[in-house]
């Protein structure tokens, strides 16, 4: 654990050293802030729905942009042969690296509950709902997060890893929405329910209605679980090439 | 102690690594030599556990790579070839980091650390960014942070490439100091840093070891030959039959006025100056010029790595 732990902690520091970490925490709070605050003089409803119904979109292109550097600097810049070079479990970096990321991630998602208690302020609003959606929010960008991990670890080229994430975190997305679905028509039909299965917002409208569901839990732990488990095999999979 | 056995590494058609085996023992500093390519960051790779061969096993105080890689690299310092940093951190949040990821207890920490410094000369870098060292100080860095835990082994990727003739005797002078109780393995692609260097050298062309001795060993090496030059005017042929057994003739073209210009193998390293001149004599003919020359350690070096070229 001190290894990991060790890596954790410099990662977080290259995160918020340099510009990056705080490019994302601003950005996404602002768009975040201005869909909050536009519905609510719109239409004078102090309400969440729209706020986490944007988050899964959000999280497609924003988390791709913290998880690329985390392989491919190394990868490019050559500090993977240090790195790899002190006696280190691969698990071990491959989870620092990781951790360090979500915290960036969990850091931001934090930021945000303002907005909740400005909703709590102004109305009655249902916390349990709230409460739920944020869970999901959590989960939701762990999977996500997990991805971006894997890819970088292919690549030494962090655009490439970024488009490469978001491409399938897009695919993931859409997969169980209507709009894929509405396509699965005469035999086919059978596929629906997995579409909507391996939909990665499926499960967080399901866990956003406050319903904590153990088949959403299960499903975002394996999705995050199985990619990271892949980011190790990759690595040592370079050490044979 | 490194050891090193049958290593065979291949990336695609290219053999990088061929069948190489060789030892490091405390107190012994290796210089790894050999031009570019030849297979030398391929073979430390390996001693590092970063790849894996396809055949062969190297160890480390007896720690095999392939049952104990985490314990080999605990054994290890390795500064790797071009000497990548992590740029954003300063030299002694990077020294204090690698001091705990190779389980430093953190009481000890800030005291290795601060002796790392002084070791390497680093007292004036010490708050500074690794991205604004110059190449020396970056180089001294990448030292510090290889033997910062104090390892029995030592495996230094061309460390002098890139400084200035000054930091390249500091280096030098350094790694002396730490193979008077280490093994080190050093690569370089200059012979002369080699022979000044090291105990010993090998010499790897084409991923395969084509010599190994003593720098000494290695010049008396000399592919086993002496060559001697002279000019004779005379019965060239009477000559070159009556030439003992250990002379060669390897060259032979006309000199101008009536000489021939020879050129002898002497497969006996002493010198036989004087057994040439009284057998021209001997034999009636006229000597305008002799002279002997041993091959040097950079004819060893050209003709035991020529078949790279090709
Ligand atoms: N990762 C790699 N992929 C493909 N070929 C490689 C790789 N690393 C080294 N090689 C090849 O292996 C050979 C030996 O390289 P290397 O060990 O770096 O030589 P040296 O360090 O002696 O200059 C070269 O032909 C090089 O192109
Ligand atoms: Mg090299």
Redesign the interface.
Known sequence: M??VL??Y??EL??YF??PIAYIFIVVFLAITSWLFFRTFFLIRVASMRSFFAIIPWLCMFFIPAVSMRLWAEERK??????L??????EWEVVLGKYLAALTVYVVTIILTTPLAIVVGALGSPEWGVIVGSYLGCIFLGAAILAIGTFISSLTSNQIVAFIVSVIIVAGLTIVGQPLVTMFLQGPLTVLVPYAEWLGLANHFSSISRGVIDSRDIIYYILLAALPLYLTVKSIQAS??? | MIEVENLTKR?GSTLAVDTVSFTVKPGEVVGFLGPNGAGKTTTM?II?????PQSGTARVNGKDIWDEP??V??L?G?L?E?T??????NVM?FLG??A????IPPREIAARVERMIEVCSLQTMAFKDISELSRGFRQRVGLA?ALIHDPPALVLDEPTSGLDPTQILEIRRLVRELGKEKAILFSTHILDEANKTCDRILIINNGRLVGEGSPHDLAAMASGETIYSLEFKGDTELLTEKLPDHFKVTHSRPGGEGYTGLELACSDPADHSEELFDLTVSVGGKLRQLSRKEATLEDVFLELTKGGEA
């Open positions: 001190r290894h060790a890596i902690r410099k520091r290259l050293d340099s810049t050559g500090s993977n042969e240090l790899m070079s002190w006696p280190l479990q050490k044979v090439g | 990336f790779r590092t556990g970063l790849i894996y985490v314990d690299r605990k290890l390795y790797p071009a990548p940093l992590y740029d954003e951190m949040d980091f690698v705990t990821v190779r389980g942070q």
